[in-house]
């Protein structure tokens, strides 16, 4: 994803201005300035990628430490961010080198968009644009998630997922569409507790079956005292014909 960057103040700007968009807490410029870690991260990572892209990795890197140290968001300066990016809480997030994010995108705390290879090269994901990641939710591989797609809290993604698509569950499984829905990046659907429980809908789904099944047998069933029944089950077996 090769992005022209625009001016590190108008990226500042956007980065500060999406906050309020996406957090209901937030209530003045100086606290989120000054109490966001999150916003911390993203900020002084646009300082850090500026000097990773101009050779200068040490000082990145040694940039993107101290922020590490400071916040407790490590995103390696290589990673490429799109605009108005926000991490709430933070705690925890980790964002490898060649990840590639698009704008709008959200992501909570936890969340680690790795890697599943020791080779150079492309090995962390890429996510498009309007995408929420929630909390503790791992993502991992050089895969890709389109524009809009939105992961339930503690998913682990390997495989591409298409645009305006949920996904849950370990290892992640698409659940639910959004073709349909009125998706606006600035105010994501946080409704979490309206995504589907996988595993409770499969275990519900093994019980009716589970149930079909022993109606089945019970309905096969013959009394043991009928005696019609008990020679024709033993005939059957010696292969005799009765």
Request: aromatic residues 10%; hydrophobic residues 45%.
């Given at each position: 994803m090769t992005r022209r960057l625009p001016s590190l103040f108008a990226e500042w700007r956007e980065d500060v201005n999406c906050v309020f968009d996406r957090?209901?807490?937030?209530?003045?410029?100086?606290?989120?300035?000054?109490?966001?870690?999150?916003?911390?991260?993203?900020?002084?990572?646009?300082?850090?990628?500026?000097?990773?892209?101009?050779?200068?990795?040490?000082?990145?890197?040694?940039?993107?430490?101290?922020?590490?140290?400071?916040?407790?968001?490590?995103?390696h300066p290589g990673a490429t961010?799109?605009?108005?990016?926000?991490?709430?809480?933070?705690?925890?997030?980790?964002?490898?080198?060649?990840?590639?994010?698009?704008?709008?995108?959200?992501?909570?705390?936890?969340?680690?968009?790795?890697?599943t290879s020791w080779n150079k090269g492309k090995r962390h994901p890429t996510l498009g644009d309007g995408v929420l990641v929630g909390a503790g939710a791992k993502i991992l591989g050089p895969i890709t998630l389109g524009d809009n797609v939105r992961v339930g809290a503690n998913s682990v993604v390997v495989k591409d997922v298409p645009a305006n698509r949920t996904v849950v569950g370990i290892p992640g499984r698409i659940v639910q569409s959004r073709d349909r829905a009125t998706v606006n990046p600035k105010r994501p659907d946080l409704d979490h507790n309206n995504i589907p429980d996988v595993v409770n809908q499969t275990i519900s789904e093994m019980m009716?079956?589970?149930?079909?099944?022993?109606?089945?047998?019970?309905?096969?069933?013959?009394?043991?005292?009928?005696?019609?029944?008990?020679?024709?089950?033993?005939?059957?077996?010696?292969?005799?014909?009765?």
């Open positions: 957090d209901p807490a937030a209530r003045t410029r100086f606290e989120v300035l000054t109490t966001y870690p999150g916003l911390h991260a993203i900020l002084i990572h646009r300082i850090s990628h500026r000097l990773w892209r101009r050779g200068f990795f040490y000082a990145a890197r040694f940039l993107a430490f101290l922020v590490r140290l400071w916040t407790n968001i490590d995103i961010i799109g605009r108005r990016f926000f991490i709430d809480h933070g705690a925890g997030v980790v964002i490898g080198e060649t990840a590639e994010i698009g704008d709008d995108v959200t992501l909570y705390h936890g969340v680690t968009l790795g890697g009716t079956r589970i149930e079909s099944l022993e109606k089945l047998v019970a309905a096969m069933r013959r009394p043991e005292n009928d005696s019609r029944y008990i020679v024709r089950t033993v005939g059957n077996m010696r292969g005799q014909r009765i």
